[in-house]
């Protein structure tokens, strides 16, 4: 697992350098299949690795492949400038009320070599709206040699669900566990907290599965031709199972939906699913599935399929269903608002190879936003948690730059457009029960209220991808 972090490590940098993009994410594709142990997890795990990168890492390659033309404004000099340059955010009264968790791996350096470091933990600083610091800890080893990793933090950041099950709250202390929700290796999204910061809504697949068979001695072959696994047959049961679980110890299934065949072609890489959002005030819940619809029998997916359903949770009723879709490839979680009115789903794009276009879909019609800037390669970097703002991020390959729009949900028109001097990622999380957003740009951390306005935080921390440094979470982890 550490071997392939540092990979994820390694393409972002290499990314971020503008060193052929394109291979370092195969070489990031081929790492996250070769190392699970049976077919039916490399989907789930291929996802994880997506979502480890720091939110869009994967599209921003694919934009620094894939630039076009257009007219650009004169820009500032530098990120900070172009942040500042216009009217200043209003911070909320609540600000001090709610938290922002800020994430990095804790790295052991390598005795000898240059083959970097092995990661050894996970370094949590947790922030108020604000910005100031106000908790920091290291978390725990669940067992040795495997450093605990998040699974999903709450909208107001005041808990976090581990890997192995363990709820810890804003200090790092324990005060839960949700055994039913361990998972074995890198997690994925299929977990996502609830508005009330109470309950965790999950998904599971139910497709069946072949026992697991122990590989062979070292030097012995393995059985040869392998067997198919089951949920490849075209009579598969494909069907996903939402549940609800308290931190009092309480289990609701809400409904279990998609039974029956599955319609497609299976490929040799089972199902994932994730949770997009969960309310219970609105009373609705948004589960994806993802499928792997390759059958030219290839060591890897290059169609890959998505299904997007909208739950009413009181009743388990299905209100909306998107019937399989192409997906973009290597970024398989979506996400969606606090108050689940709207998703984001990343999509094949068929006018650039090897891209993705994203899509913002109001819930539960289905309809999307219609987005008036219309760009070849769209990246979302996040959506507000009342549904009402999106932010967009833009490359401009031509003029160096990179452009940040915040628009209006309601209509798709533009508030405020920002342009930073080069090409930058961006991260978002996304503020509990309002329009605003905390942003971080290049080492910048920012504050975006509903109307534009933008004010640099100061925490007292290092922030961006080196070592001992710490980062907003990718964006399916805290929303």
Known sequence: MDNLRREVQAAFARQQAGIRPDEARERLLRQALAGARRPNRLLSLAGAVATLLVAGAITVAALLTHGHLRQSPAVPNTVEQALTAGPAAVLGSASDRGFVWLVGDITQPQA?????????????????????????????????????????????????????????????????????????????????????????????????????????????????????????????????????????????????????????????????????????????????????????????????????????????????????????????????SQNAQLAVEFLWNSKVWGAETDVVLRMPSGQPVPVLDAEPIPDTTGVSADGTRILRRLVDQAHGQTDLELIDASNGHIIRRVVIPTTVGATAVAQPGSSSFMVQVEGYLAYVDRDGGISLLHPDVKLGGAPASVSLPPIAMQN
């Not at 107001?156 to 192995?164: C, N, Q, T, V």
């Not at 609800?244 to 497609?264: C, N, S, Y």
């Open 112 to 336: 000898t070599g240059n083959q970097g470091g092995t990661i050894t933990g996970m370094r949590v600083v947790v922030l108020d709206w604000s910005g100031k610091v106000r908790y920091h800890f290291d978390l725990p080893h669940a067992r040795p040699g495997f450093p605990t990793a998040i699974q999903a933090i709450s909208p107001d950041g005041s808990r976090a669900l581990l890997d192995d099950g363990t709820v810890v709250d804003e200090t790092g202390a324990i005060i839960g566990k949700l055994a039913a929700l361990a998972v074995n290796g890198m997690p994925a999204n299929a977990t996502h907290w609830m508005a009330d910061n109470r309950h965790v809504c999950a998904s599971f697949s139910n497709e069946p599965v072949a026992p697991f068979v122990a590989p062979q001695p070292k030097g012995q072959p393995n059985a040869s031709p392998t067997p198919p696994e089951p949920y490849t047959r075209p009579d598969a049961d494909h069907s996903v199972t939402l549940k609800i679980f308290g931190l009092d110890g309480t289990v609701r299934t809400v409904a279990t939906f998609a039974k029956g065949p599955q319609g497609v072609a299976s490929g040799p890489f089972g199902d994932s699913t994730s949770v997009l959002a969960c309310n219970g005030t609105t009373d609705l819940a948004v589960v994806a599935r993802y499928h792997d619809a390759d059958t030219s029998g290839g060591q890897s997916s290059t169609n890959m399929t998505v299904s997007l359903w909208a739950i009413k949770l009181s009743t388990g009723a299905v209100v909306y269903h998107q019937p399989e879709t192409r997906m973009a490839l290597g970024r398989a979680f979506f996400f969606g």
